[in-house]
């Protein structure tokens, strides 16, 4: 990534805040305040939240005497900086009516404005550079999130309603081949250095050990886990993980979210489709990648396995962009579908360090009970991934855009 | 209550329904989503449950061949009328952002026109009229519980938003001086026989034995109440029910909902205001009147008791229309100000039946674990009371217009 | 009741105490701490509440600078006297190992011991009379809970344990033919003014105006009980009050507890047997016996009319001293057999006043979300039932030996 | 560990067998059956589930038509094996007092019997002699756990029961001064290929890259936790992880499990005492661990950078069998006087491979969600920790007898 002069930092900022407000264009006034559970936030809180995250970090730094446009935005906005203020609790975002969805729009033009004029007027220090580029890719976050926190809330209405006639998950194209790719042995160096950009989680760069391995050329498609749910593999205790065969329990679960199968069909953001038979699977937690890779006799590989193999050619595939516009491009079944578990708790790297203040919260607290996901889904948006990225989420989380691909002990076959 | 002739229930049914538009008409459209607790409902939902009882119960029985307006209206809108259809959850009612406010608004004015044309075309059998009254009666029911749902779900908010700037829902005047009156023993007949209109749970007409007792000339006041709390009221378990008790810890139940007592304050419909402590205290469960009258060495009257002394002159003291807009009579605190719990549980009378179909499942269903509470309140619509009416509700809740007033065995002192 | 002389007091004591622990003698060690849900009590803590009882309200009261046995006997043995001191958590009472069984059945041996030398040497005063009488019929109603416990306790195990052999808890004879008793209408007075000894719950007396009503002569059998399982009784809506309906459903509920009616057995304090079918259904809650009566087209008796028309002629049935020898003898199902679930909340009656102290909180402060229950059952000690005795229980508890019988509006036919 | 003949096998189960009712034996028959919590099991379960472990695994597959002696000790004593039976529900372990303690005791003995005819007759296959090892290591693993949920169990008692007078937890001695040992950067080798014995999730062995680390030369003390304490550690979310932050304030830990702080006492088996202030610190999660090692600028160690570390030299610290009898050496404060938390999630090692059959569950099933934790404690019975030993447990766990070391990045100061 290079480093941008300030009119391509405005550029940038300007376009990526639109993007916030493109993906929320669809809604009614009333889906915006809609939290179907605690770990899925309304859409108005997201779009406050980001405003807000510029506010805090940037703007009541850079400019004296700042004064918040909102008095309250730290007691309602703030999302989980303890060291800033008491969160307002996360399971009743949901309940914050007030400032409307209008107030939110209006809140974010005007900050918009307060942060044009600060770029404009000052003078663009590494600090403030590297925090404006955490603000871009902290907002690009939650557009995801956003998108599919939409269509979790959505998804619980009986009517099922269509968000976006347009909007395309699946992307389209010929499915490869299934291949087993062979990876050698040896010490190899992941992560990055880079501070413009990366986030703390993905540094430093540093070695680690692998044995030989091999991985799939692609994730495993709907047509094939629905084998392993027609083999009976929610039903077999054998293949999952202790806490994972709890909650198969528990919540019944029998095939992934969204599903449908006796009707073969699923729910998306453009409506109830047919399971596209070829496409990734999505949809699923950890527990059931892991399942399905014992099932299968692999495992999940590890995330240096990942992002060693994977890193170099890492695609885009379908961007948020194309796929909230339906413009599904012809793409090869690489990386870029799905965000793909690994078999890799998150944890910090060796040698790093946590930031100070509040921006120390930003990723390091999270580091228990979580597993890593690589490689981005068709609803990140266009240049938010990179080879280094650590997305994370508990292991039983299904909700996210999530899929998997197989990997294997061993060498040439 | 007399008969009315058609054009009658015609300007009466669009009078009664008008209201539920001017209840709700101060809100954001953000605000007809909040759902802060499973047993308050949406404004959204209130406005929609009333449309479809009209088409449920009457057109759907009166135009051959009826379709529903909304398809899905059976399975969103039914309250609980489970031998109809199995009712959507509850708790997620708030989850349901769609059909949009403007939908139902929409879908109340088509129903308001069929009911017209019904209502102008129909031979107005018992039957129908019957089933007229029972509608209007469960929109009026359902206008209180939208006033005390906005309440509660705006109030979550710390920003504790203004519904409404003209309500006031206290009434003004000078306090009566508190007296005991004197009531004597004997054969008394309680309950009412009238079918136009009474509900199935005020009837039949049935004789009940009292003896001698006095009952409070008005409600306890805010300042009564007060001296109860400063007295350790809510540290003291020997004034409570066992189950009060309970509640009182696992709550931390220090004063009367909305009350900051350290400010001396509370939430309103019109904002925060001070305590006005010369009106009857709102917002109380059953187990903190109760508690108050063992602290006071009284009790609560029985309903009987209540609708002997108090049925006769029943005021309606400040009506929801008057509440809304701030119009508050300098009325006696006799009636009609707070919903009085009374020390009896909600049961059937002796020889009542329960109707049939689904229409059964009205009030009888609910005759396990709820108190009766008379009189009625300020967020009562005008024409809705009546001294046989029997409002319930379980023990420990507090949303509702709730007070109440003392009682004591015993005749002349 | 007649009034006892010193020498009769000390004899009833003795053979009360000694009939706890006959209660307990078939059990192991281990079982005595058993607590599988909250409301049910280990073996060993009825054993000791009941003790500490008579030190409590007796033996600190008569005997100058008393000392308790046990230094924590306030603090582990108080179930609910929230005057006297914190008791310790209900839900953990299983988790007291220590003292153990046998200190415990020391603890009894040494204050029969102290209160053998107080009755033999105090003035048997008319409070010290009535306390006595307390004592005894407290631990009465302990005796009941001590075999309903341990039958619930014993029963989660999949081993099944058998109790005692010898226990039969049906009674056998042949069932009398159903019949309506009618009753006419008119002012009745229930309850009593016998201070030697009834319960505060039972007094006074005091009038109250029935209707013709009609009353069947047994409880509701098992095999009637299984007609309404085979029409779907567990499946429909329309029978259920909505809070049995909820529980219905959340439990899972399709036959009465201890039922395997695919077997067509249940489990027994003998064992598992088969259901007899021409016995009173046993371990059926409130909302059962109501559906039960709603499905059958009647409804359950008030507590009024049951003991207008069965008090007088009141049966023993099976006592809880044959019932654990198995001496079943052929009685009538009149009463006796089962506590009938009545139409009744448990409330006060009218003109009652609570005592003063901890011992107001025997009965009074439950008056809330519980029903009254009359008759007595298998599991009642000789000389414990009476018929203006008030039972209570939750409207959805099952494990106390509990049936119903059914009433009906109208006089004659 | 060399290979074992025939004689010493039987020797070693002989003792080991032993040394578990030698543990038992202080208890009352009341305590086996105790079950505070979920995660806690009745002292009679493990003596019964340790017993079955050799029917199931050895007995029944080494003898023809082996007929087990208990006939429901598959359903009642199989901890999780899915793939054997459904296991009791883990919560309801405390409820099945029967078998009683005395039939296990028999049970146990019986087995012991089989056991030896079987070693004395059977040809002593590497197979055998793995399932050997394998039980005897796994009934010492439930050695551990015998002590530590007893004295969970009994601490609820307010009475505070003294489990053994004789028991000293703490062991004595100097303290060390506190040094930074410092390691250099490489490649290591971790884990280990001994099949004779370890267990599966300790193999094979394999590299591992580590950076310049430094690594406390002992555990942090009573002494050091108390400054945190003070210093305000359990209120400043700044040093925790977000979970671990949630459960500080829902359970309102204040101190290390078991701790009075106000009165410097903490419970142990031997009764209540002074906190040890130059002892290790115990009985506190991950959570408090990691929290500690923020506020220390530090942080946990890995589990290889533990295993390289401390494995060369690791010291046995006081046994399990000295702690019974207070038997306390004294001995430097290297490793073994309570398990250490790393910073490492329990995973499996790369290119391992998951038994097949129930024994796959052994330990794989639960890499989710746990932490690993190194060395062994005050309560691991004799001859049972090594340098790879791997124990694990979740991140909020407290009632093992667990504490920690700091490490840092980098080399020399």
């Known amino acids: 990534m290079k480093l941008l002069a300030s009119g391509d930092l405005q550029e940038r900022f300007a376009v990526m805040r639109e993007l916030s407000e493109k993906i ?19 859409a108005k809180w997201h779009l406050a939240h980001t405003t807000w995250f510029f506010e805090e970090f940037i703007l009541s730094k850079w400019i004296a005497n700042y004064e918040f446009y909102l008095k309250d935005a730290r007691k309602l906005f703030n999302s989980y900086y303890e060291t800033l203020s008491k969160p307002f609790p996360r399971d009743q975002r949901g309940l914050i009516s007030r400032p409307t969805v209008d107030d939110i729009y209006n809140y974010r033009a005007i900050i918009n404005e307060r942060m044009k004029d600060l770029l404009e007027s000052a003078v663009i220090t590494d600090e403030l550079q590297h925090l404006m580029e955490l603000g871009i890719q902290h907002e690009q976050q939650h557009q995801e999130l956003l998108l599919t926190d939409i269509k979790y809330n959505l998804s619980i209405n009986p009517q099922e309603p269509i968000f976006k006639k347009e909007a395309i998950e699946h992307g389209k194209g010929p499915i490869e081949k299934f291949q087993w790719l062979t990876y050698g042995e040896g010490l190899v160096s992941i992560g990055t250095n880079n501070h ?59 095939a992934p979210l969204y599903w449908n199968e006796v009707e073969g069909t699923l729910y998306t953001l453009g409506g109830r489709k047919r399971i596209p ?16 890779a014992r099932w ?118």
Chains 1, 2, 3, 4 share one sequence.
């Open 296 to 413: 299968a006799s692999a495992r999940l590989p590890s995330e240096a396995e990942w992002e060693i193999a994977l890193g170099k050619d890492m695609k885009e595939g379908t961007t948020l962009e194309e796929t909230l516009e339906g413009k599904v491009t012809n793409l090869p079944l690489a990386t870029g579908h799905v965000w793909e578990w690994t078999a890799s708790p998150y944890t910090s790297y060796p040698q790093s360090a946590r930031p100070d203040g509040a921006l120390g919260e930003y990723n390091m607290k999270f580091m228990s009970n979580q597993m890593v996901l690589r490689g981005g889904s068709a609803y990140t948006p266009s240049g938010h991934i990179r080879p280094t990225y650590r997305n994370f989420f508990p292991a039983d989380k299904r909700w996210q855009c999530t899929g998997f691909r197989l990997a294997k002990n061993g060498g040439q076959i």
């Open 24 to 42: 929320t264009a669809p809604l009614e006034r009333e889906d915006y305040v809609l939290q179907a559970v605690e770990e899925v936030s309304p």
């Open 196 to 254: 413009h950009f990366s986030f703390d989680n993905e540094r430093p760069s540093h070695y680690q050990y692998l044995y030989d391995f091999q991985l799939a050329n692609r994730p495993v498609t709907n047509k094939e886990f629905l084998t392993f749910i027609e083999d009976g593999g929610y039903k077999k205790p054998e293949y999952w993980l202790s806490d994972g065969w709890k909650i198969v329990q528990e919540q019944q679960w029998e």
């Open 277 to 292: 038979m070829n496409r990734p699977v999505q949809h699923v937690s950890f527990y059931e990648a892991d399942a399905y």
